[in-house]
């Protein structure tokens, strides 16, 4: 099957702090690109996705930038709190092939 | 409104046994991904269905297959299962095939010895 790395980096930040979740995608021609919240027992909630004809969008407490030149997308969180502690997840989606692909994810661990 | 609900929650079969697993989308949602999820590989696609059609599939074997009915809800069926079919079963809903925002349900997790 397709997937994107196998290790899973970790983030450990303590609460208060801001968080910032980095990504690389794949494919030059994906067009699409979502950030997913997974916590434990459950299945991947959305938080928030950017289309490629921007670089930035916010929403509440979190921030996604997106750099098409070198295929980088952060996950910003203001204010990390426990409740944020989750696996978050990147993915990418081509238009032609309209599939999401999945980022390894990254574990964030807030320390209260 | 109801968010995806899938079924059963937790199953555990035994090597060569087939398996089926059901899901139900967001009411008014007609399209139905399926994903499979493990530690090794991640978040892996595995199909698509849009109007009781395969619309998009994943590189997975044969052994995996499903369906969609006519009141949207889905089905996957593994056959033949193998120890590394092992996961947990995703289902993600949206509201149409050229929708973008898509959401999941809680998976199956299945175990396979």
């Keep these: 099957g397709e ?3 196998l290790h899973l980096p970790t983030l450990s930040v303590q609460e208060g702090d801001n968080s910032i979740i980095n990504c690389a995608y794949s494919n030059s021609a994906s067009d699409y690109f979502i950030w997913y919240k997974q916590e434990s027992g459950k299945g991947p909630q959305f938080i928030i996705d950017i289309r490629s004809n921007m670089d930035k969008r916010q929403g509440q407490r979190v921030t996604v930038l997106l750099n098409k030149t070198v295929k980088h997308l952060s996950l910003q969180i203001a204010a990390t709190q426990p409740g944020d502690s989750a696996v978050y997840f990147c993915a990418e989606r081509e238009t032609s092939y309209d599939k999401v692909i999945f980022g390894p994810g990254t574990s964030l661990s807030v320390i209260p | 409104k109801a968010g995806v609900t899938q079924t059963p929650r937790y199953l555990i079969k035994t090597r060569g046994q087939q398996v089926t697993l059901s899901c139900s989308p967001i009411s008014g949602h007609r399209s139905v991904s399926w994903y499979q999820q ?3 590989q991640g978040l892996q696609f595995l199909f698509e269905y849009f109007s009781e059609t395969q619309r998009n599939k994943g590189n997975f074997p044969g052994r995996f297959s499903g369906r969609q009915f006519s009141n949207s809800r889905s089905e996957m069926n593994v056959s033949t299962l193998e120890l590394g079919d092992s996961a947990l079963y995703l289902c993600a ?5 050229r929708s973008y925002e898509q959401y999941f349900g809680p998976g199956t997790r299945l175990t396979v010895t």
């Design chain 1, 3 to 5: 997937s994107v790395g």
């Design chain 2, 38 to 40: 493990t530690p090794g």
């Design chain 2, 93 to 97: 809903s949206k509201r149409s095939e």
